[in-house]
Nanobody, 119 residues
Framework: QVQLVESGGGLVQAGGSLRLSCAASGRTFSSYVMGWFRQAPGKEREFVASIMWNGGGTYYADSVKGRFTISRDNARNTVNLQMTSLKPEDTAVYYC????????????WGQGTQVTVSS
C-alpha cells in the first residue's frame, strides 16, 4: 500500500525559505511521477511542481517558477520541495502526491503539511 508522509511545514516570514519533504513507501516508484500540490483556504487545490522518480524533467507552476525547486533522494525514497522567496500568497496546505507515469491523475496523496507565510 502506498504511503506518503509530508514534513517540514511551518510559519515563516515573507522572503524566507522552507524545505518540505515527502517520504514514500509501499512500492517501487521507479515508474512514478511525484508531485506537490497546494490548497489555500477557500481555493481549489492547485499543481505546484512534479518530477519523475527515475529522472526526466521537472515541471513547475508559473507562480513558483524560479523560487521553488523539486528534487528527489533515491536513497531515502524522499521527494523534496525547496521553497525560497516565499510570499504570503504561498500560504496553503501542501500535499505530496504520486501516480504511475502512464496515468493522468494523481491517485495517491499524503495528509498535507501547513505552510504559513506572514507579511
Amino acid at each position: 500500500q502506498v504511503q506518503l508522509v509530508e514534513s517540514g511545514g511551518g510559519l515563516v516570514q515573507a522572503g524566507g525559505s522552507l524545505r518540505l519533504s515527502c517520504a514514500a513507501s509501499g512500492r517501487t516508484f521507479s515508474s512514478y511521477v511525484m508531485g506537490w500540490f497546494r490548497q489555500a483556504p477557500g481555493k481549489e487545490r492547485e499543481f505546484v511542481a512534479s518530477i519523475m522518480w527515475n529522472g526526466g524533467g521537472t515541471y513547475y507552476a508559473d507562480s513558483v517558477k524560479g523560487r521553488f525547486t523539486i528534487s528527489r533522494d533515491n536513497a531515502r525514497n524522499t521527494v523534496n520541495l525547496q521553497m525560497t522567496s516565499l510570499k504570503p500568497e504561498d500560504t496553503a496546505v501542501y500535499y505530496c502526491a504520486t501516480r504511475p507515469r502512464w496515468e493522468t491523475k494523481f491517485n495517491y496523496w499524503g495528509q498535507g503539511t501547513q505552510v504559513t507565510v506572514s507579511s
